[in-house]
Antibody
C-alpha cells in the first residue's frame, strides 16, 4: 500500500524558514517524480514544486521560485521542501504527492504551515 | 502559463441526477488533464487522468471526456458521497496549474 506521511509543519514567523519532510513507503520511491501541492485556507489547490527521480531536475511556479527548494533522498525514501523567506500567503496545508507522469496519483494527509507573527 | 477555467464555480443537484462539470483550457494540452475530488479534512483524491481514464478505485458512475479544449467530468447518477469540490489539473507543461474548482452540493 502506498503511503505518504508529511511532517514538519507548524507556526513560523514571517521571514523565517521551515523544512517539510515526506516519508514514502509501499512503492519504489526512486522510480517516481515527486511533488508538493498546497491549499491555503478557503482557497483552491496550488502546485508548489516537482522533482525528478534523481533530483537533478526541479520545477517551481513563480510564486515560490527562489524561496523554496525541493529535494529528495532516495536511500531514505524521503522528500523534502525547504521553505525560506516565508510570507503570510504561504500559510497553507502542504501535501506531498507521487507524480505519475504528470498527474498526482497518491497524496499524503498534509501538514499545516502557518506563517504569522 | 496555462489557465484552466472551471464552470460552474458551484452547483447543487439531487440524488440520482446526471451531473457534468467543465474545465476549459486557455491553450492546447492534449489529453494531459486530470480531475480530483476534495473533501474537507481529507487529501485530494484522483478521479480521472489523461482526460478519460478512471483512477484506481473510482466508481464507474464517474467518467471524463474531452471536446477540443473543453474537458468534462460527468457523474451519471449522483450519490450523497459525491458532494465535494472538484479540481482539474493540466500536466502538459510546467508550471502545473489547477482550475479554480467546482463545489458540488446536494439540493
Amino acid at each position: 500500500e502506498v503511503q505518504l506521511v508529511e511532517s514538519g509543519g507548524g507556526l513560523v514567523q514571517p521571514g523565517r524558514s521551515l523544512k517539510l519532510s515526506c516519508a514514502a513507503s509501499g512503492f519504489t520511491f526512486s522510480n517516481y517524480y515527486m511533488a508538493w501541492v498546497r491549499q491555503a485556507p478557503k482557497k483552491g489547490l496550488e502546485w508548489v514544486a516537482t522533482i525528478s527521480t534523481s533530483g537533478s531536475r526541479t520545477y517551481y511556479p513563480d510564486s515560490v521560485k527562489g524561496r523554496f527548494t525541493i529535494s529528495r533522498d532516495n536511500a531514505k525514501s524521503s522528500l523534502y521542501l525547504q521553505m525560506n523567506s516565508l510570507k503570510s500567503e504561504d500559510t497553507a496545508t502542504y501535501y506531498c504527492a507521487r507524480d505519475n507522469y504528470g498527474w498526482f496519483a497518491y497524496w499524503g494527509q498534509g501538514t499545516l504551515v502557518t506563517v504569522s507573527s | 502559463d496555462i489557465q484552466l477555467t472551471q464552470s460552474p464555480s458551484s452547483m447543487s443537484a439531487s440524488l440520482g441526477d446526471r451531473v457534468s462539470l467543465t474545465c476549459q483550457s486557455s491553450q492546447g494540452i492534449g489529453n494531459y488533464l486530470s480531475w480530483y475530488q476534495h473533501k474537507p479534512g481529507k487529501p485530494p483524491k484522483p478521479m480521472i487522468y489523461y482526460a478519460t481514464n478512471l483512477a484506481d478505485g473510482v466508481p464507474s458512475r464517474f467518467s471524463g471526456s474531452r471536446s477540443g479544449s473543453d474537458y468534462s467530468l460527468t457523474i451519471s447518477s449522483l450519490e450523497s458521497e459525491d458532494t465535494a469540490i472538484y479540481y482539474c489539473l493540466q500536466y502538459d507543461e510546467y508550471p502545473r496549474t489547477f482550475g479554480g474548482g467546482t463545489k458540488l452540493e446536494l439540493k
